[in-house]
């Protein structure tokens, strides 16, 4: 079940430290120095240079450094195709398969679906953290439990990416993501379920949460201000719109 997926990368993510409030579960990664990450990701040359990490990225195996996959991920910032606000690829399929997504089981060929538009949405955008949770789940779902492994792997240390940029409790030190979407499924995939959402000037997101336990947060922080950075240097006319 999906359900029991969900509930494997939320321990894990425990076991790795991330949560809010929590000290930076990598004290060698912390908030990202986007200008480093820049130059390296940019440069054909350089060990980190972007298309190298992705080839890395999409490659069955977990060579990758906690580094590695920090530059990976603030590095889809500095690609000529980033958009934060890119649709989702392959609409047909997705209507297709959202009466599968509401189901609490699949049959085989209803996996095969998923882990096929999984396959082309990461394609299009390979930090897309859902649809990186439903290539887990159909691995585990099939058996083929060395990939699930994997694959977990690499979504837990994206997200410990994000969790090491902050601690989400103030705007001062808000988490930092690529997408909007990411605020959302970082909550999820932290156990715990969005309520609200409203943006605080000039630069961040404050998603609201239901408090089931004492331990719940009210809320959390995200910065969003290198996404929009990025998104307005390529839509100038948005920007003179909003002036």
Known sequence: MLKKTLTLIIASAASLGIGLGATNPREALGKPDLQAIKEAVTDENSPRYY????????????????ADYQYFYYGTLFQEDYDPYRPAPRPDMLEKLAPIYAKSKRTRSERQMMLDYAMAALQDNPVNLRQLVNRVYVYEQNGKYDLAKIWQHKLNHLLLVIAASGDGTTAETAWTVVYPGHEYDFINLLGLTASGQRFEPPCYDYIEVKHVKDSDPAGCYFNISDMLEQYFMKHPSELDAQE
């Open 51 to 66: 298309q190298r990490l992705l080839n890395q990225f999409m490659s069955n195996d977990t060579v990758m450094s906690d």
